[in-house]
């Protein structure tokens, strides 16, 4: 139930892949929302899902979380193949989602929210003692800078707030981590809260897939990215072997039409310009 | 970046944040945090029960206040309010009201409504009288019948809600007319029935009181349990290296608890004493509480009072909170209206009529459960029933007419209201919403 130092996780670090997408297909009406998307995710990596608005990503974030059911296609997840058909088979795979409003519940404190629906309890009573020594402890284990975990949710920062919907995503010990846009609507400093403790998550061999519109924290954090394009794949980088322009040409499509191919062959004949 | 550098474990980490643990290694896991005003033993405790007041979380502090005027109040305009004897009546008036805005508290507590209790406390009582007096049926039989009808109204109630979503204050107010009509169709042309004076219902009602000897010994059972219970959570507490109440703060609370509760059983054994049916209340007050606090039922009534979508995505059944809850508002609605049939020996139509609804309603709201949805507590129906009691039986004392107890209450339930209103603009000023 809860991460404990003495249960390490049980995952063989870079060996391999948790969960690969196989052609994901998602139509809404006439919308194509998603064309054979191919992903592959590994344990201890960022995987950064980049793409403009209307690109697909809350589309196959959702698909891989079992809010939505792919038309076509197929999802291996740990070596097996999966049907992700519900929230809650997501999060018994081990697939976890924070969404972006965070689902929190305002009123309850920190130890509620994070057990919340998992509640422990001893004969038959809430085990309030157990609950909050062990929020503690997973805390601890993030380095969150929550102050008491004794107060309402709604008194903390935005950036704790994350944190908390972060860590309870942790209780299920899941493999996978989605976080969508995490830093929206944070501070500076906050948003470096938020990025360290995603290099935590994968420093603890999770593997985490973050939907980010924000560049600079892509390319602070993630190790590859892959880009969706009008609900197709539009290439997948290596962070440390790409330039920010180049991600972004991928998104923003700027590499496909005419007159951008017709300024990189003239740039290229002409030398490098800049 | 290569993937061998990502192989650190859950060990390593909590090896790595060993040394700033060390450092504060003699403080509890819960008050290392260097932003945390420290507040320790009884001088500590004091104060953060006085910065939490000023924060706007009020919890039952201005019910409290508002009694103590009230009775002072009526006290000064006539010297018997504070009578043994008129305490013991006071305790009796109370039940009802109190055992149906118990109910009301579950539903508040969801963000929701039942504006029928009223109706459906009536139709109970008229069950009740009609297959016990006329039909002849055997008390308990009668009782069965129509507490498992008050079950069914909630079950109707909170299926419509959730297979529906029809707003509960609609369903309710559907309920407040369709249930005064059922109550008037069972109980026929004749109107009223009696109630047999000496059946066991009755009899529980107005004349079942505790004995002096026994009152005291439950008093002592209730303090030793609630310093055991203290203790027993302070141990845990301390042995999981979190933060603990000291003994002497247990001691003081246990003992003031002792003195809360001895003085009112001491006031009324000098008349008739503590009431069975008072009794009665307390315990489903209390029962109402624990299930309320401690059990995970109770924690996902307050989520889904407080954020539905995230209740649901936490996995909580919602729809059987939404039923339970209905259906619990309309069970101790319909308990409410059994009790009060039996203090007043009689079933009319009448029974759960004109105010029974609003009172009860009001109850809940002036003891300090938010309209809000997601703050509040069982006690608040205890505190709020006996405001309104209070008002009712003092300016009966005063022979004022229903008419001034009707704009007083109101009067009453306006500032509570506001009350809540302003200490939630507070509490959210002081991020404590």
Redesign the interface.
Known sequence: MT???????PLD??AGTVLTLQGISKRFGAVQALKNIELDV?A??VLALVGDNGAGKSTLVKTIAGVYTADDGSMVFDGKPVRVGS??EA?QLGIATV?Q????????DVV?NLY????L?KN???DE??M??SS??LL??L?A????????V???SGGQRQTVAIARSLLGRPKVVMLDEPTAALGVAQTAEVLNLVE?L????LAVILISHNMADVMAVA?RVAVLRLGRNNGVFV??ETRTQDIIAAITGATDNAVSERAARRSKEEGPAS | ?S??G?????????TT?APE?NGAAQLP??LQ?E??IAREGISGAVGAFTSRLRSGDLGSVPVVVGLVIIWAVFQIANSSFLSSRNLVNLTLQTTSVGVIALGIVLVLLLGEIDLSVGSVSGVAAAVVGVTFVNQGWPIVLSLVAAIALGVLIGLFYGLLYTRFGVPSFVITLAGLLGFLGLQLLVLGKDGTINLPYDSALVGFATRSFLSPAMAYALVALVVAAYALSRWQ?RT??AA???SAAPNSVIAIKAAGLAIVLLIPVAVLNGDRGVSSMFLLFLALVVITD?AVR???WG??V??V???V???R????NVRMIYLSVFAACTTFAAVGGILAAARLVAVGQASGGTDVNLNAIASAVIGGTSLFG??GSAYSALLGALVITSISNGLALLSLDSNVRYIVTAGVLLIAVTIDSLSRRSR?A????
């Open positions: 991460v404990t130092p003495s249960t390490p996780t670090v870079g590994r201890g990596e929230p809650a999060q969404f409003d965070l689902a929190l519940c305002d009123n309850l509620a919340l629906g998992r509640e309890h038959g009573a809430l003692v157990e909050e020594r503690w402890e601890r284990q380095s800078k929550i102050p008491s975990v004794r107060i309402p709604a008194s903390l935590r994968r420093e603890r061999g190790d962070v440390s | 970046m993937l061998q990502s192989g650190t474990r859950p060990q390593d980490i909590s944040a643990e896991a819960d945090d932003r945390l959570g845990a507490r999981a290296g979190l624990l401690r059990t995970r924690r996902s307050f989520a009072g407080g954020n979508e995230a209740a995505r936490a996995g909580i997601g703050r959210q002081h991020g404590r919403a």
